[in-house]
């Protein structure tokens, strides 16, 4: 079955010091994997998607990779708004299984402080 | 143009009754999938809905059922409740064929149902 192990579990960060989240993943046939963004008692917010090796992808602070076994959430200069959880989804090619399902990590829950 | 949509926003149930959540997806999508997040997890997939059919289902026992309407308006029943039904109950819908479907999925703000 589709996994995903995301690391840390949680970071602490002070404001502009950057650092990188871990998405490990095993997947038969990728279709795509997906980063969201959640804030408490929320939904996910849609970030960005990656469909092959050595991908790339950024949005103001936030810059995504992706390589054969995993994906790095890469956070440059974080400011406190960033704080939150960032989840980690795969979406395989379906033998087996439904096409379009998500398989999601537990999340990596990221603290920015002043 | 209008995001994916739930309601009720909160919702508490006992043990052994029945609940209905409701799931409006954005314009222009014809996919809705349901996903189960107990709290400090991951969402879980619970079924996804294609144009009115069933196009797959996690792990859930079948007394979580669902529907789609012909507006791609999506429902999740489930009977029977229990203490482990505790959770975040989330929508997602997204635009696809029926043999390829790997579009993203965007989520709405999600249901709380507590069961007591």
């Known amino acids: 079955e589709d996994q995903v192990t995301q690391s840390p579990e949680a970071l602490r960060l002070q404001e502009g010091e950057s650092s990188s989240l871990n998405c490990s993943y095993t997947?038969?046939?990728?279709?795509?994997l997906f980063w969201y963004r959640q804030d408490p008692g929320k939904g996910p917010e849609f970030l960005f998607t990656?469909?092959?090796a050595g991908e790339e992808k950024e949005k103001e602070r936030l810059k995504a990779t992706l390589t054969k076994k995993e994906s790095f959430l890469h956070i440059t200069a974080p400011k406190p708004e960033d704080s939150a959880t960032y989840l980690c989804?795969?979406?395989?090619?379906?033998?087996?299984?439904?096409?379009?399902?998500?398989?999601f990590g537990r999340g990596t829950q990221l603290t920015v402080w002043p | 143009e209008t995001g994916v949509t739930q309601s009720p926003t909160h919702l508490i149930k006992t043990r052994g009754q029945q609940v209905t959540l409701r799931c409006s997806s954005q314009?222009?999508?014809?996919?809705v999938s349901w996903y189960q997040q107990a709290l400090g997890q991951g969402p879980q997939f619970i079924f996804q809905?294609?144009?009115?059919?069933?196009?797959g289902r996690g792990n859930f026992p079948p007394r979580f059922s669902g529907l789609q309407f012909p507006n791609y308006s999506s429902e999740l029943n489930v009977n029977a409740l229990e203490l482990d039904d505790s959770a975040l109950y989330l929508c997602?819908?997204?635009?696809?064929?029926?043999?390829?479907?790997?579009?993203?999925?965007?989520f709405g703000p999600g249901t709380r149902l507590t069961v007591l």
């Open positions: 997602a819908s997204s635009w696809g064929r029926r043999q390829s479907i790997g579009n993203e999925q965007f």
């Open positions: 997947v038969s046939g990728l279709r795509g």
């Open positions: 990656l469909y092959s």
């Open positions: 989804a795969v979406q395989g090619n379906g033998r087996g299984s439904t096409l379009g399902r998500l398989y």
């Open positions: 314009s222009g999508h014809n996919t």
């Open positions: 809905y294609y144009r009115e059919e069933e196009n």
